[in-house]
C-alpha cells in the first residue's frame, strides 16, 4: 500500500514545478534544483505504454540531486500503469502521479489525460492497482472538469463525483488546474489560456475534502500570488512561468519555505550548471538540449536580452562544450 504523502516539515511539499511536454526533462529539472531545494520537480508526462516496450532508463534516469522529484504517468490501463509505477519507484521517484489532466488530441487518442475524468471508476482502478505496486504516494493531476461532456448536469457535482471516487481508492493528494478542459476544439496552448479559471471551485473541494491535499495549479505567476495561495491550499504549482523566470524558485524558497536562506546568484547557478553540462556531454546528450533550459534565467535583468541571443547563437555555430556558458557571464557582467 501506499505510504504517506510526499512531505516537508510534516506537510504537503508547498511549492511544486508543473509536468511540461518538452520542457521538465533531466536536464531542466537539475537546473531547477540548483535554484530551490525544496521544490517538488515533476517529469514530462511518460506513458505506461513506452515503459512496457521500451528501455526504461531511457525514460526513467535522473540525477540524484533532483530530489524531490516526481514521476508523472499516462495511460488508462490499470495493469500497465501498475508496472509503469514499479518501475518509477524502482528508480527513485519521489511520487507517482497520474495525468488526468492534459487535453490535446494525441493524448485523448491514447485514452490518457483529461478525457479519463469521463471515467472515474477506471482512474479509481489505475490507482488502486498503482498503490497496491508501490509503497511512495500515488497523487492524481486532473481539471476542474471537461466541455463537451455526455450526460451534462452540474458541473460540480461531477467533480465531486470524480475527486470522492478516487479519494476513496486511496488517493489523498490532487493537483487541480482550476480550468475545465475543452477536449476538441481548442489548442493545448488555447487551453491554458481561454478556459476561466475558477479558483473558487477548487477552494470547494478543499471544504468538501478535508482529509485530502490540494494543489492548485493554473495562471500562477508570482511570489504574492503563491502567498495568497498558499495561505487557501496545501500547495501551489506553477508551469509556463517557471520556464520563462526559472529564478523564481529561489525566490519562493526563501519566502514560503525558509526566510533564512540566502539565494544562490544567478552567476553560481550557471557556474555549477556548466559542470553538469560537461558531464552529460559526455554521455552524449547535445549541448542544446541543455542550454535551452537556462534562457530566461536572468528575466528582468539588465542585458538579459543580449545574454539570451549570445547564447542561442553560439548554440547553433558548432560550440560543443560548456564553455559556452562561462563566457555568456561577461555579458551580465558588464552590466
Known amino acids: 500500500m501506499s505510504g504517506p504523502n510526499n512531505l516537508l516539515n510534516g506537510k504537503v511539499i508547498p511549492v511544486a514545478v508543473a509536468p511540461m511536454m518538452a520542457y521538465t526533462d533531466r ?5 531547477l534544483r540548483l535554484l530551490s531545494p525544496s521544490a517538488l520537480l515533476y517529469t514530462e508526462m511518460i506513458t505506461a505504454q513506452a515503459l512496457k516496450h521500451a528501455d526504461p532508463a531511457r525514460w526513467l534516469a535522473f540525477s540524484e540531486q533532483e530530489h524531490p522529484v516526481a514521476l508523472q504517468l499516462g495511460g488508462s490501463e490499470p495493469a500497465d500503469l501498475a508496472h509503469a509505477a514499479t518501475l518509477g519507484a ?23 489525460g483529461a478525457c479519463l475524468m469521463a471515467e472515474p471508476d477506471r482512474v479509481a482502478e489505475s ?4 498503490r497496491d505496486a508501490v509503497a511512495v504516494p500515488v497523487t492524481v493531476k486532473c481539471r476542474i472538469g471537461i466541455e463537451p461532456r455526455a450526460g451534462g448536469g452540474d458541473d460540480y457535482a461531477f467533480l465531486t463525483d470524480f475527486v470522492g471516487r478516487i479519494a476513496a481508492a486511496g488517493c489523498s493528494v490532487f493537483v487541480v488546474h482550476a480550468r475545465k478542459a475543452v477536449l476538441g476544439g481548442l489548442s493545448p496552448k488555447e487551453n491554458r489560456e481561454i478556459p476561466p479559471l475558477q479558483y ?10 478535508p482529509d485530502c491535499a490540494f494543489v492548485l495549479n493554473g495562471g500562477i505567476r508570482t511570489v504574492a500570488e503563491v502567498r495568497r495561495h498558499l495561505d487557501a491550499f496545501d500547495g501551489v504549482m506553477l508551469g509556463r512561468e517557471v520556464c520563462e523566470n526559472p529564478y523564481i524558485l529561489a525566490e519562493l524558497h526563501q519566502a514560503v519555505v525558509d526566510p533564512s536562506w540566502e539565494p544562490p546568484t544567478r552567476e553560481s547557478v550557471i557556474e555549477a550548471y556548466a559542470e553538469y553540462v560537461e558531464a552529460r556531454l559526455a554521455e552524449g546528450y547535445p549541448l542544446r538540449s541543455m542550454t535551452r533550459h537556462v534562457l530566461g534565467l536572468y528575466a528582468g535583468m539588465p542585458r538579459s536580452r543580449s545574454w539570451r541571443r549570445f547564447l542561442s547563437e553560439q548554440g547553433g555555430a558548432g560550440v560543443t562544450g560548456p564553455q559556452i556558458l562561462l563566457d555568456s557571464l561577461r555579458i551580465v557582467r558588464a552590466a
Open 90 to 112: 524502482k528508480f527513485g521517484y519521489d511520487e507517482i502521479n497520474l495525468n488526468c489532466g492534459c487535453p490535446s488530441d494525441r493524448v485523448q487518442s491514447g485514452r490518457f
Open 27 to 31: 536536464h531542466f529539472r537539475y537546473f
Open 200 to 209: 473558487g471551485v477548487v477552494a470547494r473541494l478543499q471544504e468538501d475534502y
Open 127 to 130: 490507482v488502486r492497482a498503482m
